[in-house]
């Protein structure tokens, strides 16, 4: 699949990490051939057992390629889906989704080290702008039928480590040094399941995944050079001007949750309870805010643009209230308010260069949002302004009908927010073919 984002493509390369066969050196006998063989019995049977994962994965994407090529005003026959059928203006590829996420309800198995201890590995925040981390490893260790106990069915590897309970177990200001004490968590982490299994070695952790919503992420990843370079990192802080690479790289939608799932069910007025053009209220941090409040704050009482709200004034009632919901980048390219948005049913409008939006590969945000230049936020009005009437509810409908993939469910449900992060780790495995001579 293909996707796109701010200031970056995301065509999804096809890659190849080729391991190549020990030569014999010399010519042994037969009793040694035999003493061989026996020896690497586990080996043959480990690589026997990879080929037909990688032979999975090869039908997935023929079944996969076959959907992309029915075009969108042709009749789609899929296995019957009772819960919901992809389709509309809202995907890249409405067929080609459907059919790549039944292939990985079908096939896809992740394998999940159990080495470690809380609070830095399998554990993370509950709470706050970090906390949809917390929430995939607590899912992905307790509550998927995709995880398999056995690594040789696996097609990925997860490490469950938690770089937001990391920095707040390890860093101290003005006594800690930079990532050091992180990163080297991290690098004694991957060094211990290296040797231990020999799946890392196997791919240079090509078929391994990290996730992580703190800002620290992309650099801490950098504590393994394969970890950056191969494995698939699912991060909030998608920037591609700082290394993020979607064509192996996923971006994670940053969700802030107060200790449980959010409450989205009632809060999207109609649009003509929406009086206000386009709100915003956030802490003026980063490079972009700055120019937003300096060309909109008290400006015009059409855009509500804010640093700090009034205590009498509710920042979800804004959101309900506008029909456009401004999203700049903070210090770091993510932000939470283009999922609140969503929430709110209003309109999210995107400030960020080099950001790669969540689940892009798939969702087509034309139909649901409109991105800014940084450039062009003097005339964010105007251009605002300009949407008609006709496109606005067009854009409000997508918001309505993609809002079931942001969603964050107490227990994963099919296509929720869990699921679509589940679907973005397997489209980049699809994206790796491994061979093993």
């Avoid at 609070?119 to 929430?135: A, F, M, V």
């Avoid at 992905?140 to 770089?163: G, M, N, Q, W, Y």
């Avoid at 940084?374 to 409000?396: F, P, T």
Wanted: aromatic content about 10%; charged content about 25%; overall charge positive.
């Amino acid at each position: 699949m293909r996707g796109a984002s701010n200031g970056a493509s995301n065509n999804l390369k096809k890659t190849e990490f080729e391991i190549q066969p020990i030569e014999n050196k010399t010519s042994p006998t037969q009793t040694e051939v035999t003493r061989r063989t026996k020896r690497l019995e586990p080996h043959v049977m480990s690589r026997i057992k990879f080929e037909r994962v990688e032979s999975d994965l090869a039908r997935a994407r023929d079944d996969i390629r076959k959907a992309s090529k029915y075009n969108m005003n042709q009749s789609y026959i899929s296995e019957d889906d009772k819960d919901y059928v992809p389709s509309g203006l809202i995907y890249r590829n409405a067929h080609q989704f459907h059919r790549s996420y039944l292939e990985m309800e079908k096939r896809f198995k992740i394998h999940v080290y159990e080495e470690g201890e809380p609070p830095l590995l399998h554990h993370g925040p509950c709470r706050g702008i970090y906390s949809i981390e917390g929430k995939f490893i607590h899912d992905i260790e307790k509550r998927t039928p995709l995880r398999t106990r056995d690594p040789e069915r696996a097609h990925v590897h997860f490490l469950p480590f938690s770089i937001s309970n990391m920095v707040k177990y390890l860093f101290e200001p003005n006594k800690t040094r930079g990532y050091g004490p992180i990163k080297r968590v991290v690098e004694d982490y991957v060094g211990v399941v290296s040797r231990k299994y020999p799946y890392w070695n196997r791919t240079l952790g090509a078929d391994h995944f990290m996730l992580s919503c703190h800002d620290w992420g992309p650099e801490t990843s950098k504590a393994v050079p394969d970890l950056f370079n191969h494995s698939i990192r699912v991060l909030c802080n998608a920037n591609t001007s700082e290394g993020f690479n979607p064509s192996k790289d996923a971006s994670l939608p940053e969700i802030k949750l107060y200790g449980g799932p959010p409450d989205v069910i009632g809060r999207a007025l109609p649009p003509s309870s929406r009086p206000i053009l386009a709100f915003f209220a956030g802490h003026i941090d980063g490079p972009v805010r700055p120019i937003l409040l300096h060309h909109w704050k008290g400006k015009d009482g059409a855009m509500q643009v804010h640093d700090l709200l009034p205590n009498n004034i509710s920042y979800n009632d804004m959101m309900s209230k506008s029909k456009f919901c401004l999203c700049p980048s903070g210090y770091e390219v993510a932000s939470p308010r283009i999922v609140e948005a969503i929430y709110a049913g209003c309109v999210p409008v995107t400030m960020s260069d080099y950001y790669v939006l969540p689940f892009s590969d798939v969702l087509n945000y034309k139909a649901f949002s409109i991105d800014i230049p940084v450039a062009e936020i003097r005339n964010l009005k105007k251009v605002l302004m300009g949407v008609s009437q006709e496109e606005y509810l067009r854009l409000y409908e997508g918001v309505r009908e993609v809002k079931r993939h942001f969603v964050v469910n107490e227990m994963p449900k099919r296509f929720d927010v869990f699921h679509m992060i589940l679907h973005s780790i397997w489209l980049r495995r699809l994206n790796v073919r491994i061979r093993v001579d």
